[in-house]
C-alpha cells in the first residue's frame, strides 16, 4: 500500500533554532518528492520538489533531502522565524497513471515560539 | 503566488441545503483537483480533471459532483448539505512546469473553503 508517514506529528522550537522534519514513504514507482508549507486556513504552498536522482533542494532557510533508497526524506529549518510556524506536508508523486498521484502526509506541525 | 481562487472562504450553513463552491484559475492549465482535508488528517483527492467536460471521482468517496465548463472553472455541489460535509476544501490545478523534467506535473493550490453545515 503507497503510503507517506512523517515525523513529529508536531514540534515546537525557539526563533532562531534549527529543526529537523522526517518523512517516510513507501510509493512505488516513485516519481517525485516534494514538501509543502500550509498555514492555518490556508491552501499548501510548494518549498521544494526532487526527483529520483536528486539527493538536496535548497530553498532560502529550507534544505530538503531525498534518500531514495531508503525512500526517506528529510525537510531542514534554519534559523528558524515565527513565520515558519505552520504544517509542513511531505507528498510524493508515483509514475503510475497520467494524472501523476499524489500521496499525502498528515503533516509536521511545527510551531515557533519567540 | 499562484492564481487559483476559491469561493466563499468560510461558509456556514443548515442541513438540507443546496451549496457550491467556487474555484477558478487564471494560469490556463488543463488539470484540475479538489481535495477535502480534516484538522490534522492528510488531503483526500475528491474530484478531478483532465480538461474540459472531463471529471473524475477520486479516491475518496463523496456526495458532492462537478462541472468543467471552461478551463478556468471547476465548481464543485452539494445538492443537500448535511454534518458529516464539515471539512476543509482545497482546490488545485496543474500543467507541465515550463523547464521541468515531465514528471513534475507541480499542482497549484487555491487558499481553500471551510465548509461548517450545522
Known amino acids: 500500500k503507497n503510503q507517506v508517514e512523517q515525523s513529529p506529528q508536531s514540534l515546537i522550537i525557539l526563533e532562531g533554532k534549527n529543526c529537523t522534519l522526517q518523512?517516510?514513504?513507501?510509493?512505488?514507482?516513485?516519481?517525485?518528492l516534494r514538501w509543502y508549507k500550509q498555514d492555518t486556513g490556508r491552501g499548501p504552498v510548494s518549498l521544494t520538489i526532487?526527483?529520483?536522482?536528486?539527493n538536496t533542494k535548497s530553498n532560502g532557510r529550507y534544505t530538503a533531502t531525498l534518500d531514495a533508497d531508503t525512500k526517506q526524506s528529510s525537510l531542514h529549518i534554519t534559523a528558524s522565524q515565527l513565520s515558519d510556524s505552520a504544517s509542513y506536508i511531505c507528498?510524493?508523486?508515483?509514475?503510475?497513471?497520467?494524472?501523476?498521484?499524489?500521496?499525502f502526509g498528515r503533516g509536521t506541525q511545527l510551531t515557533v515560539w519567540p | 503566488e499562484a492564481d487559483i481562487y476559491q469561493t466563499p472562504r468560510y461558509l456556514v450553513i443548515g442541513t438540507g441545503k443546496k451549496i457550491t463552491l467556487e474555484c477558478s484559475q487564471t494560469?490556463?492549465?488543463?488539470?484540475m483537483y479538489w481535495y477535502q482535508q480534516d484538522p490534522g488528517m492528510e488531503l483526500h483527492l475528491i474530484h478531478y480533471?483532465?480538461?474540459?467536460?472531463?471529471?473524475e471521482k477520486g479516491d475518496l468517496s463523496s456526495e458532492s459532483t462537478v462541472s468543467r465548463i471552461r478551463t478556468e472553472h471547476f465548481p464543485l455541489t452539494l445538492e443537500s448539505a448535511r454534518p458529516s460535509h464539515t471539512s476543509q476544501y482545497l482546490c488545485?490545478?496543474?500543467?507541465?512546469?515550463?523547464?521541468?523534467?515531465?514528471?513534475?506535473?507541480?499542482?497549484?493550490f487555491g487558499p481553500g473553503t471551510r465548509l461548517t453545515v450545522l
Open positions: 488545485a490545478s496543474s500543467d507541465r512546469t515550463s523547464g521541468a523534467p515531465s514528471s513534475y506535473n507541480e499542482q497549484f
Open positions: 518523512c517516510n514513504y513507501t510509493v512505488s514507482p516513485f516519481s517525485n
Open positions: 526532487m526527483t529520483f536522482s536528486e
Open positions: 507528498v510524493v508523486s508515483d509514475r503510475g497513471s497520467t494524472l501523476g498521484r499524489l500521496y
Open positions: 494560469m490556463g492549465h488543463d488539470k
Open positions: 480533471s483532465y480538461g474540459v467536460n472531463s471529471t
